[in-house]
């Protein structure tokens, strides 16, 4: 099983900081099968990244992706009110077939 | 905008099975990958099962031997039985799609909790 672990755990900034989220993979993962989601309460994630580095449609550009092998970020810059959530990475492979990271909450 | 809505009872006793139905819209279940995803509250996410459009299946290792999926193209949705439940199985059951490639989920349903307790 491929482990994603999400570092930190909390993030704690202010509306027009910037984030950077990691997310460090048990083994390498190829960059088109890691995915970036952001889950608000009460609702089902959203798909913010795919292929590591490519937004989904409707995505701010505010939002980017990078990383390959084993070590991915995600950068959320001039943060907004409404972009704080719960992000979670997500891996395509192995056994189990999808795994996800734990999470990383973004607070005001 | 594909939208997916999940049906079923909120609570379900142990060792029943929970069954659970999720409805496509805007999209036909004969194309692409449809999924299940689950989250203990307040905790994180983890992937369950798909079905293929061909009636194909994948399963989670930790599940197989309790969990089906299946797909039925007349109405639209895919369904999800989960065998031998126990508190464990608690959680917000999600359903998802993923596209051409099924690498990653593009559209998912809002959730619905389930809750096993005799």
Sequence with gaps: EIVLTQSPGT???????TATLSCRASQSVGSAFLAWYQQKPGQGPRLLISGASRRATGVPDRFSGSGSGTDFTLTINRLEPEDFAVYYCQQYGGSPRYTFGQGTRLEI | QVQLQESGPGLVKP?????LTCAVSDDSVNSYYWTWIRQPP?????????????GSTNYSPSLEGRLSISIDT????FS??????????????????????????????????????S
């Design chain 2, 74 to 77: 007349s109405k639209n949705q």
């Design chain 2, 15 to 19: 060792s029943e099975t929970l069954s």
């Design chain 1, 11 to 17: 993030l704690s900034l202010s509306p027009g900081e």
């Design chain 2, 42 to 54: 307040g905790k994180g996410l983890e992937y369950l099962g798909y079905v293929y459009y061909s």
């Design chain 2, 80 to 117: 999800l039985n989960l065998t031998s439940v126990t508190a464990a199985d608690t959680a917000i059951y999600f359903c998802a799609r993923s596209g051409t490639f099924p690498y990653y989920f593009d559209f998912w349903s809002q959730g619905t909790l389930v809750t096993v307790s």
